[in-house]
């Protein structure tokens, strides 16, 4: 049974560019939740999918957007990559309903923006 | 005021002592409470949830106190390999999944 997984593990970008990242949930969850979590900090909360809508959102600017597909994995894209997008770009996965605990990191993506 | 608060350490200890680390929240709302652990650039893990009897799991011990807002974890006889960043996360409950991190605790575990 595999785990959360995420790709690519590292990615470097300059200032100004796009990037994606993508993350298949854990089989039978159909929910995933981002975090960033920079140098010396927890992880913070993006936004979270459902049923292929954003359904929460942590207090993060639009260039943050997001899309999960029907077969429950989600992308996250950012614009405008700032120096400050420099992080490990987690994915979480759960069952809808499920309780909090049961919620399941993927590996991360560590993004480098020069 | 950040809404999970922890000490952010380092905690230097030697092997077998006991440590404990401390976290306060600010949103009383919130219902669900956890430790992570999370090891130098890997994913955090659950340690252990907390519950408002207090729960031990082994050398680990949780309490939650919601009327401090205060959640604590112990742990007793430290091992090498506890070496780690440990997390306080608490989450509104509902059903809603989103989880709100401390900056986490760093304990290293020396001979």
């Known amino acids: 049974d595999a785990g959360v997984t995420q790709s690519p593990t590292h990615l470097i970008k300059t200032r100004g560019q796009q990037v994606t990242l993508r993350c298949s949930p854990k089989?039978?969850?159909?929910?995933v939740s981002w975090y960033q979590q920079a140098l010396g900090q927890g992880p913070q909360f993006i936004f979270q999918?459902?049923?292929?809508?954003?359904?929460q959102r942590g207090n993060f600017p639009d260039r943050f957007s997001g899309h999960q597909f029907p077969n429950y994995s989600s992308e996250l894209n950012v614009n405008a990559l700032l120096l400050g997008d420099s992080a490990l770009y987690l994915c979480?996965?759960?069952?809808?309903?499920?309780?909090?605990?049961?919620?399941?990191f993927g590996p991360g993506t560590r993004l480098t923006v020069l | 005021r950040k809404e999970v608060e922890q000490d952010p350490g380092p905690f230097n200890v030697p092997e077998g002592a006991t440590v404990a680390f401390n976290c306060t929240y600010s949103?009383?709302?919130?219902?669900?409470f956890f430790w992570y652990r999370q090891d130098c650039r890997k994913e955090p893990k659950l340690l252990m949830s907390?519950?408002?009897s207090g729960n031990e799991d082994g050398r680990f011990t949780a309490q939650l106190n919601r009327a401090s807002q205060y959640i604590s974890l112990l742990i007793r006889d430290s091992k090498l390999s506890d070496s780690a960043t440990y997390l306080c996360?608490?989450?509104?409950?509902?059903?809603?999944?989103?989880?709100?991190f401390g900056t986490g605790t760093q304990l290293k575990v020396e001979l």
């Open positions: 979480a996965s759960s069952l809808r309903g499920g309780l909090p605990d049961t919620q399941y």
């Open positions: 089989s039978g969850h159909d929910t």
């Open positions: 999918y459902y049923e292929e809508e954003e359904r």
């Open positions: 949103n009383s709302a919130s219902q669900s």
């Open positions: 907390v519950y408002s």
């Open positions: 996360v608490v989450s509104p409950g509902g059903g809603g999944n989103k989880l709100t």
